[in-house]
């Protein structure tokens, strides 16, 4: 088991610094995304599921640990191979969230589904993390929710074995989360769903394809024709097996490490037809500087010794903003990243930790209410806290690459998506394991 609680001591780690370019080919895990959906439909599905090549890592075995508490027969013993046998859901149950938005925001709508009472809590963090419009909209769909506090962790959902559903407005603009998680369950409300987003742009589109894509791969019939209307039919979900894709935003700091040191990163088994946006990340490495391939053996990226800067709107693709950042703060021209004001309501505020974290390095950047501005200049090593975000581990990591002394406060909070990351990133560097 990996390390699933909050309290888990600080692991400080002082970035390796590169003296040559990077050359690796890696296999890195699976997609978080793809796993914890693939857990939660399989777990609503008639039959059996099987996961190939699943993610192990905190929010993974997390999800896993939840749904075994409301009833799930859950199997995460074989690293390559995980099995799901659905079963009534029940309570009384607790679900450990952690910090996970994928399960503070896809694991009440399935709670709706059980008999009886599903308490949830995470970390302290996890307590101010957007979950009101699901709760609001949970609600007017007739689930019995109690809170605590205004919208927020922790809650203790009412179950009754059973959800009307019907119709239900929403603003996601605070996550996608908001509105996969509403999906994923809803073949199984007696009447299906139809969601209707009201407000300003929801992020991450790409995810919300993801659920879809894999909606209707158990077999739920979907439609999203409509701009921020998704309309799912009732019926049932199949058990089928799940082919889960390495992790493309997991594998970004490591193509990230290709471009700051003039190297080549290979990501294997990269597939053909990805439901990940690789459409997307490819143009913005490549307006970095770097050159993107798919090949047979993997996705592969190459820098050409330069970073340059870049100005986009990253709102498809905003939990990469910490790692692009870091390559931003390396460019040889200023950077303009926007539309990722949401970003404040990740593993932390991502803009402030990233704006004060390189700030205090010597860098010249500027918070904006929807992104930021990255004038590069040279930096010094120091102290950078990590915040519990992964991916601000990530950002120091990719930083310290060309900039010695770079030491995280706690590198094992990499452990939420990849414990494996220092090792895997100190033998990418030093080409020692
Ligand atoms: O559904 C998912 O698996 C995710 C959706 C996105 O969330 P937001 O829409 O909150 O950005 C993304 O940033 C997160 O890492 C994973
Ligand atoms: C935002 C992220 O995570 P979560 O799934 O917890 O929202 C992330 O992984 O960058």
Not at 103 to 123: E, K, S, Y
Request: proline share 9%.
């Amino acid at each position: 088991m990996g390390n699933l609680t909050a309290t888990r001591p600080p692991q400080p780690w002082t970035a390796p610094t590169a003296s040559d370019p990077v050359s690796a080919s890696l296999r890195l895990p699976g997609s978080k995304s793809m796993t914890n959906r693939a857990l939660v439909l399989s777990a609503l599905a008639t039959g059996p599921s099987t996961l190939a090549k699943p993610l192990r890592a905190r929010d993974t075995e997390l999800m896993a640990a939840g749904l075994r508490a409301m009833g799930a027969h859950v199997s995460i013993a074989d690293d390559e191979r995980w099995l799901l046998r659905p079963h009534r859901l029940v309570g009384p149950a607790h679900v450990d969230v952690g910090l996970a938005g994928t399960i503070m925001r896809f694991v009440p709508p399935v709670a709706g589904l059980a008999d009886g009472q599903v308490t949830f809590d995470g970390d302290p963090a996890a307590r101010t993390r957007p979950l009101g419009p699901l709760i609001e909209a949970l609600r007017s769909l007739g689930v019995r929710i109690d809170t605590t506090g205004p919208g927020s962790l922790p809650l203790v959902v009412q179950g009754t074995g059973r959800v009307t559903g019907g119709e239900v407005v929403i603003d996601a603009s605070a996550s996608s989360q908001l509105v996969s998680g509403l999906l994923l369950a809803a073949p199984r409300f007696d009447r299906g769903l139809v969601v209707r987003h009201v407000g300003p742009p929801v992020p991450s589109a790409p995810h919300l394809r993801m659920t879809v894509r894999m909606l209707r791969a158990a077999g739920a019939a979907v439609d999203d024709s409509t701009t921020d209307v998704w309309v799912v039919e009732p019926g049932p979900l199949t058990g089928r097996g799940w082919e889960i894709e390495p992790d493309l935003s997991g594998a970004v700091p490591f193509f990230a490490a290709a471009l700051v040191t003039g190297g080549e990163v290979t990501l294997q088994g990269w597939p053909r037809g990805s439901a990940q946006p690789v459409e997307l990340l490819r143009p913005l490495l490549e307006q970095m500087g770097a050159e993107v391939a798919l090949t047979t053996e993997g996705l592969t990226v190459r820098g050409g010794g330069r970073v340059h800067g870049l100005h986009a709107d990253l709102s498809d693709v905003s939990e990469l903003t910490p790692v692009l950042a870091a390559l931003a703060m390396l460019a040889d021209s200023p950077s303009v990243l926007t539309g990722v004001g949401h970003i404040r309501g990740h593993e932390t505020d991502r803009l402030a930790a990233l704006a004060r974290e390189f700030t205090a390095l010597g860098a010249d950047v500027t918070e904006e209410p929807d992104g930021l501005q990255i004038r590069p200049r040279p930096l010094r090593g120091g102290m950078f806290r990590t915040y519990d975000d992964h991916r601000m581990a990530h950002a120091a990591a990719v930083v310290g690459l060309a900039v010695p002394g770079i030491e995280l406060d706690d590198v094992a909070c990499t452990s939420k998506t990849m414990p494996e990351f220092p090792a895997l990133w100190s033998t990418m560097v030093t080409g020692k394991s």
